[in-house]
C-alpha cells in the first residue's frame, strides 16, 4: 500500500510569513508524529497525535508552531511568523497505534527554505 | 530525556567488507528502531528491535536492553548501502516520541 504521503515536498517563503505542511499518513494508522531535521543532524520530535487530539506536543519550539488532526488522518503543521531558523526538513510519521510493536514509518518529508 | 550516541560518526568501507554501528542509549526503552537515511533523504526502516536480534537479508541488529545498547551489523557492504544509519529510541515514559542519534555516516566504494 501507499506510504506516508508529504505535501509540497520543497516551500521556500520569506521571512514573516505564513506557511502549512501537510501530512498523509498511511491508511488506518492512528499514530501520527511530526519531526524536524536540521542540516547534518538527526530528526527532532514536534508532536504526536493518537486519534484527533495531540498527546504530546512537548517539542514544538515555541507558540509559532501549531498542527491539527481534525478527522484523525491528514495532518497540518502551520508556521507562523516564520523565521531564517525555521529552515529545516520537515518529517511526518505514522504507526499503526500509539503503541511501539512496529515502528514508526516516515514520509519523504517537506524541505522549508525561509529567506 | 533520554541519550543516544552512535558511534562510529563516519565510516568508510570497500564493496564487500563488513562492518559493524553501535548505539547506547541512557535509560530504558520501549522501542528502539534503526533506519537508512538515502542520499533523497527518505529515512527507510531497517528494524524494530527493543531487545532481541533480528536479520534481514545482508543486515542484522541485537539490542541488550539491559545494557543500553543496540549493534547493527552490514555484511558484504554494497555501495547502494551508502548514506546516514540512524539510531531512535522511544524512552521508558516518553511514548510515542523517538529520541534520534546523530547517526554514522557510512560511505561505501566500489
Known amino acids: 500500500g501507499a506510504g506516508v504521503s508529504q505535501t509540497p515536498s520543497n516551500k521556500v517563503t520569506e521571512k514573516g510569513k505564513y506557511v502549512e505542511l501537510r501530512c498523509d499518513p498511511i491508511?488506518?494508522?492512528?499514530?501520527l508524529y511530526w519531526y524536524r531535521q536540521s542540516l547534518g543532524q538527526g530528526p527532532e520530535f514536534l508532536i504526536y497525535?493518537?486519534?484527533?487530539?495531540?498527546?504530546?506536543d512537548s517539542g514544538l519550539p515555541n507558540d509559532r508552531f501549531f498542527a491539527v488532526r481534525p478527522e484523525g488522518s491528514v495532518s497540518t503543521l502551520k508556521i507562523q511568523r516564520t523565521e531564517r531558523g525555521d529552515s529545516a526538513v520537515y518529517l511526518c510519521a505514522s504507526s499503526p497505534s500509539g503503541g511501539p510493536e512496529w515502528g514508526q514509518f516516515f514520509g519523504p518529508g517537506t524541505r522549508l527554505t525561509v529567506l | 530525556g533520554i541519550q543516544v550516541e552512535q558511534s562510529p560518526p563516519d565510516l568508510i568501507l570497500q564493496e564487500g567488507a563488513n562492518s559493524t554501528l553501535r548505539c547506547n542509549f541512557s535509560d530504558s526503552v520501549n522501542n528502539l528502531q534503526w533506519f537508512h537515511q538515502n542520499p533523497w533523504g527518505q529515512l527507510i526502516n531497517l528494524f524494530y528491535?527493543?531487545?532481541g536480534t533480528k536479520q534481514n537479508g545482508r543486515l542484522s541488529a541485537t539490542t541488550v536492553a539491559t545494557e543500553r545498547y543496540s549493534l547493527l551489523y552490514i555484511s558484504s557492504s554494497q555501495t547502494t548501502d551508502s548514506g546516514v544509519y540512524f539510531c531512535?529510541?522511544?524512552?521508558?515514559?516518553?511514548?510515542?516520541?523517538?529520541?534520534f542519534g546523530q547517526g554514522t555516516i557510512l560511505t561505501v566504494h566500489p
Open positions: 531512535a529510541v522511544e524512552g521508558g515514559t516518553s511514548y510515542g516520541k523517538l529520541t
Open positions: 528491535i527493543p531487545s
Open positions: 497525535f493518537q486519534g484527533t487530539g495531540a498527546a504530546d
Open positions: 491508511s488506518g494508522h492512528t499514530a
